[in-house]
């Protein structure tokens, strides 16, 4: 340990660091425009050393772990640091450089100065809804390149001597399908760091070079911390394969993700050796993506109380050739990237099974399953809306227990936009359906999550429907003898009755008024063998409709029978 | 000749505080509580103290408590048999939620346990938009059949609520008649009538937690009703709502969830009254007890409401004073990860076998363990010298859990306890103050509770706030509060418009409908004409954004009016979000009535300050070691029944009383004034030096 940083400085800068990464974000959320921001939270904000390094992050979305992890170091290189004066700030989005993970995701930037000296920096990334590119929110399931996806920004100065330059905005808002909320959303990041530059300055002011050195000393806090974890578990070689549907139209083929994890003393490799090169589709990832998916499975796995700082990540070894699908290379699109990201997490869990068995989990739904919706109202053609919505699955059993039922898992847990607030605020479609589907569980001793059902009516002709998802064809998988659980679809009625089965990555799909968009996401695996389930428990998934009366004695062996208006088990 | 009294039930004691309004004279008075039913500990005590003052029956002009029994009814599950009636393809909304996950990193974590027990969930085929037009009219006859399904479930309870029936309610009336029809004993609340608020999933959590206490809350009433007729008390008892006023208690039959987060709000409504008497506008309270702190803030006597919160896990969508709490109090634990850091709370050595110098067993070092190391609470006895304590196993803790397993001398892990535990409680006056847009350095710190003077001045000084205020009795607070509240009920409404003056008539319409709520309920508490006000609120934002910011308008809208609610707003925005808009447009979202019923308070006179009272004798001499100081002091101890007001005492110094211990650290100094607050000061000039 740091001489000069004691057990409890280091405590206690971690918890002031951390809450002025918290305060930025509350600035944000409140301020924002989009419902993407202030409902849904898809928002990560950041503290970082002088040096650029991570020091404190609040996230609220797992994906954006890493997200903000080599911004600093990436405004470096274009800036050289005696360029860098106070009242600057700098925005980027283009994750081949530094940006986040894909176009949506803007950052900024603000270095901290007391007097002349540089002492760390302040950073907020926000998901945008419209960042431009082929179809409305960016993200386009059959883009083949990330020019397809929206605007590209570059490292570039957005304030200069404390003020807004304008220009950097317009050029942004002119790329944007919906400027205003743009300008809105870029100035509350904006404003929000300021709320951040202030309170880092002041605890300087109060610590002095005490700040620097806890920074450093929090980094190998956070590293010690993960390393005691790996070294609880066995030693050993463990390995995990599963697959994702296809990348859409242009590389239909099932993608093959692996992994080997090597668990040695403290230290642990992750080698995705024999994953899929990268594809023609928006499901490729770049680095950071990955190291931020590595660092959710061994924080869930290991230690949920490790803090999100750069420390960790010297806790574990990467091996991952540029070109494979978990470390794609420009012009590789990404806008969908967390589905695979998903499944990386899947794979982790699998390997380590057998390492972290108190902690395992079954293959959960593990799909990002987005609905975006755009259009206009007839009657007031000045509105173009957007609305984008993703929709939880199940979560896998446990050893200790059924899977959660309709819960966002892994890289994502963004609320949804309560129905209400939907329906007046986009009066583009009715929902008509938000349930749990039933049977959609995988079957064992502990039941799998379900996956839900939400069912959209359009309320306007010419509506354009683009869905994202997987896990539509590989379903999650059950763990330790519990049977998998069912996959996703998305479904498309018309008004005259028929009835199609749209892609997994599907866009600029039209709809009229009155044709509807059904959803279902995926279940979750379930654990342990299935005898071992209690018939009582069977009994009352079947009362919850969880369970179907047929597959309870399909699947369980359970007969029950209905009398009158009460279940209960034959014989 | 009359008296009022204040009851405040906690997990140990039941406070009462007594006053005599011919003498104009307090009292306070401590009895165990009774946890399996609380109401036998109030009358018990309540025929105590009628004994004790020679009070009889009828001369009890005023009775108000806290009722723990809702909240405790959540936390050990214990509510009706509930069942549910929503709109169809949306019976699993409950358990959906928001869709996310209990724990974002801990993946073993449950959501909270149902509130409705399994197939009780019913569907009818119904639906109305977003602008209150019916889509599909209503499956009468399927209601029916789910209402007798219900009934032959052997339901207690059931909640109604459907989509957009905020805005119109027509379906979920129809519903209730219905039910009625069909099973009359049943206890029903529809969602429209208890929070005509939109958001689906808040108003329906809100209704079901209501009716899953509706069954529970009865019993209680009737029982506690009669009880006290019994004692031949003939006064009608009040009980604590979260909003920080008190209601009949015939009145929580209806909407228990409103005191199903009462508990700290009594504190808050004392620190309030004492805030005012004192004349001083802005105050930060500090209620420390013995597992959490609860902090909240109050200015110009007005506390902050929120409308929003989780309760066991469910959000209820009710107001209620905005309290953060937070898992550090004299039994929080600390010790040391497994990365180095040294960490305090939020897990709490509870009352058994509490912190290690109780000599209860204890091994853990907690942050009363810290306080007696470093000399700051009374190392032989505490409490008034009711309770012994034991130094040497509270090192002994230190030593052993924190000491060996760090570079920290005992001194120093001591030292260190303290100053996490001064962090986690200075992150909770931070969430109040600078996340809502305050300066905590313009407020005084009111601190109570058993530990709230103990941290207090320290906690102040790391956060620039130069005053601190320790009321008389700071463990008794909270009964105090009950004898200086007054009645209130909360109104609401959801609409969306634009703030324009079209729309001016249809607010005027809204409001006109919820003040007329307003006094039908102000008429069944009695309260006088000359004793009833109204406040109005508009919670308005820009146009799509979602968090809305509530503006106070006057009951009669007009283009001035509005006008002014906009400056407002703008304003507003800006102190909370640092940016505002004039060229965007406004929306009202939501309307919120208060009708306040006054009651009369007890007037606690000032007593004489006398400008050359004397400093009390020293009972002990200790050595301190007080934050941010490398050394023990030597520092004089005082008994606070000794200090008269008017006097000024320096720090370094202790004040110890039965309730609670007051540190006034070196450069503060402690006036006591004429209603026997302590008011500490910091003299120095910046907070590190």
Redesign the interface.
């Known amino acids: ?1 740091n001489r000069k940083v ?3 400085t ?3 800068v ?3 660091l951390l ?1 002025i990464a918290e ?1 930025i974000g ?2 944000i ?7 993407n921001i ?2 849904r939270r898809d928002i990560s904000t950041a503290v970082f050393d002088p040096e650029g390094n991570m020091v404190a992050q609040a996230e ?1 979305v ?1 994906m954006h772990l890493g997200s903000l992890l080599s911004i600093i170091k990436e405004v470096y290189k274009k800036y050289p640091v005696e360029q860098i004066k106070p009242g600057d700030m700098f925005i980027g989005n283009d994750p081949y450089n530094g940006g986040g993970t894909h176009l949506p995701d803007i950052t900024v930037v603000a270095p901290v100065f007391a007097e002349k000296k540089l002492v760390g920096w302040v950073a907020n990334l926000a998901h945008h809804s419209d960042v431009g590119g082929k179809v409305p929110g960016s993200t386009s399931g059959d883009a083949v390149s990330i020019y397809q996806e929206g605007i590209k920004i570059p490292i570039s100065r957005v304030c200069q001597n404390d003020r807004v330059n304008e220009e950097v905005l317009d050029f942004i808002m002119a790329n944007s399908r919906i400027p205003k ?1 743009r300008y ?1 959303d870029l ?2 990041q904006i ?2 760091n ?2 951040g530059m202030r309170r880092l300055l002041e605890a300087y002011e ?1 610590y002095g070079d005490l700040l620097l050195d806890s920074m450093y000393e929090l980094q190998d ?2 590293e ?2 993960l390393r ?2 790996i070294a609880k578990l066995k030693d050993g070689d463990y390995e995990f394969v599963d697959f994702m549907d296809d990348a859409g139209a242009a590389s239909p083929d099932p993608i093959k993700i692996c992994v080997k994890i090597s668990i040695k003393g403290d230290s642990m490799d992750l080698d995705f050796a024999g994953t899929h090169e990268q594809v023609e589709g928006p499901i490729n990832v770049t680095y950071n993506g990955l190291l931020a998916t590595v660092f ?1 499975a061994l ?2 796995l290991i ?4 803090p999100s700082n750069a420390g960790i990540y010297r806790a574990f070894n990467i091996i991952a050739e540029p070109g494979l699908i978990i470390n794609a290379q420009n012009p590789a699109p990404v806008g969908a990237r967390i589905d695979t990201c998903m499944r990386v997490a899947d794979v982790i869990f699998g390997a380590m099974a057998p390492a972290v068995p108190e ?1 395992a ?1 079954a293959g959960c739904n593990s799909s990002c399953t987005t609905a975006v919706f755009s259009g206009t109202n007839p009657k007031d053609k000045e509105h173009f809306f957007v609305y984008l919505e993703t ?2 699955g199940g ?1 896998g059993a ?1 050893k ?2 059924d899977g ?6 892994h890289m994502t ?4 936009l ?4 939907l ?3 986009f ?1 583009l479609v ?7 589907i039933p049977n959609s569980g995988g079957a064992g001793e502990y039941r799998g999550g379900q996956g ?1 059902c939400r ?1 959209f009516e359009a309320r306007f002709d010419n509506i354009n429907f683009t869905g994202l998802g997987d896990r539509q064809l590989f379903p999650p998988w059950g763990l330790n003898g519990g049977e998998n659980g069912s996959g996703g679809a998305y479904y498309l009625k018309r008004t005259d009755g028929t009835i199609e089965r749209l892609p997994s990555k599907c866009s600029e799909v039209v709809i009229n008024s009155g044709d509807t968009i059904t959803i279902k996401t995926p279940g979750a695996g379930g654990y342990g063998k299935v005898r071992n389930r209690k018939a009582e428990a069977v009994l ?1 998934d079947v ?2 409709n969880k369970v179907s009366v047929e597959k309870a004695l399909e699947l369980y062996g359970v007969k029950i029978e209905k009398v009158g ?1 009460e ?1 209960r088990i034959a014989g | 000749m009359s008296y009022m009294i204040g009851v405040d039930v906690g997990g140990t004691f039941t406070d009462f505080s007594i006053f005599d309004t011919r003498q104009g004279k307090l009292s306070h008075f401590k009895h165990s509580s009774t946890p399996e039913d609380p109401s036998k500990a109030i009358v018990s005590g309540v025929l105590h103290v009628l004994t004790e003052h020679c009070i009889k029956p009828e001369e009890v002009s005023y009775l108000a408590h806290g009722t723990t029994v809702a909240t405790n009814a959540l936390i050990e599950k214990k509510g009706a048999k509930t069942g549910l009636i929503t709109t169809k393809g949306f019976k699993d909304l409950m358990e959906i939620g928001w869709q996310k996950r209990p724990s974002l990193y801990d993946l073993l974590k449950e959501r909270p346990e149902s509130l409705i027990p399994p197939g009780l969930k019913c569907e009818v085929n119904e639906r109305v938009l977003y602008d209150g037009t019916i889509d599909t009219a209503m499956d009468e006859d399927g209601v029916r059949e789910a209402a007798r399904y219900l009934k032959e479930q052997g339901v207690q309870a059931i909640a109604v609520c459907t989509l957009f029936s905020f805005i119109n309610p027509v379906h979920e009336m129809r519903i209730k008649e219905i039910i009625q029809e069909e099973y009359p004993d049943v206890y029903i609340t529809i969602s429209s009538e208890l929070v005509p608020e939109f958001r689906e999933y808040s108003r329906m959590s809100t209704t079901v937690l209501n009716v899953y206490l509706g069954p529970v809350m009865e019993k209680y009433v009737n029982r506690f009703e009669k009880s006290i007729i019994d004692a031949g008390i003939t006064v009608a008892p009040y009980v604590t709502q979260s909003n920080g006023s008190v209601i009949s208690i015939a009145e929580t039959v209806d909407c228990p969830i409103k005191t199903a987060v009462s508990g700290p709000s009594a504190g808050v409504i004392g620190a309030s009254y004492i805030a005012n008497q004192c004349n001083i506008e802005k105050i930060i309270t500090f209620d420390m007890g013995g597992t959490s702190i609860d902090v909240s803030l109050i200015e110009n006597g007005k506390t902050q409401l929120s409308n929003e919160r989780l309760i066991e896990g469910y959000p209820a969508r009710i107001p209620m004073i905005d309290i953060v709490t937070v898992g550090a109090g004299g039994g929080s634990i600390g010790r040391i990860d497994e990365g180095g850091a040294l960490k305090v709370g939020p897990q709490s050595a509870g009352a058994t076998p509490g912190p290690a110098c109780y000599m209860r067993g204890g091994t853990i070092p907690t942050v009363t363990d810290a306080n007696i190391v470093l000399g700051k609470l009374n190392q032989r006895r505490i409490l008034g010298g009711r309770m012994e304590v034991d130094l040497e196993l509270a090192q002994k803790a230190l030593t052993e859990h924190i000491c060996s397993k760090s570079t920290l001398s005992l001194m120093e892990a001591a030292a260190g306890v303290i100053s996490v535990v001064n962090s986690n409680m200075i992150r909770a006056i931070r969430m109040v103050s600078v996340e809502r847009g305050y300066d905590p350095r313009e407020f005084t710190l009111m601190a109570f509770g058993g530990a709230g003077p103990l941290h207090a001045c320290e906690v102040a000084q790391e956060m620039g706030i130069k005053n601190v205020l320790i009321p008389p009795s700071p463990g008794t607070l909270c009964s105090l509060g009950l004898l200086m509240a007054d009645t209130k009920f909360d109104i609401s409404r959801s609409n969306v418009m634009i703030a324009e003056k079209n729309n001016i008539q249809a607010v005027q319409k809204i409001f006109n409908q919820m003040i007329e709520e307003g006094k039908a309920m102000l008429d069944k508490e009695k309260v006088d004409e000359k004793d009833r006000s109204f406040h109005c609120v508009i919670e308005c934002r820009y146009e799509r954004q979602n968090y809305e910011i509530p503006i106070e308008v006057d009951m009669t809208m007009t283009e001035d009016v509005m006008k002014e609610m906009i400056e407002k707003f703008h304003k507003e925005h800006f102190k909370s979000y640092g940016d505002y808009n004039e060229n965007m447009r406004i929306q009202m979202v939501n309307y919120r009535v208060s009708a306040v019923g006054t009651i009369e308070k007890p007037d606690l006179s000032e007593k004489n300050v006398n400008p050359d009272a004397k400093v009390p004798n020293v009972i002990e001499v200790r050595n301190v070691l007080f934050e941010g100081q490398k050394n023990y002091l030597t520092t004089n101890v005082y008994q606070r029944t000794d200090i008269e007001p008017g006097c000024r005492i320096e720090g370094p110094a202790i004040v110890e009383q039965m309730d609670s211990t007051t540190i006034i650290p070196p450069k503060w100094v402690a006036y006591t004034d004429g209603f026997n607050n302590i008011r500490a000061a910091f003299q120095g000039g910046e907070k590190h030096e």
């Open positions: 340990m004691d057990a409890v280091v405590e206690i971690g918890n002031l809450s305060e509350i600035a959320i409140k301020s924002a425009y989009s419902t202030k409902e609220h797992p909320e809105g100035n509350a404003a929000s300021r709320v109060v806090y956070a010690r911390r005691a974890g959710y924080k869930s230690d949920p109380g490790v902690r989990i929709i939880a979560a446990t200790h227990g959660l039922n309709g819960v966002q898992v847990n963004t609320s949804n309560p129905i209400e607030a329906e007046m605020e009066p009715l929902v008509r359906q938000y349930s749990l839900i069912e009352t009362i919850e208006n279940y």
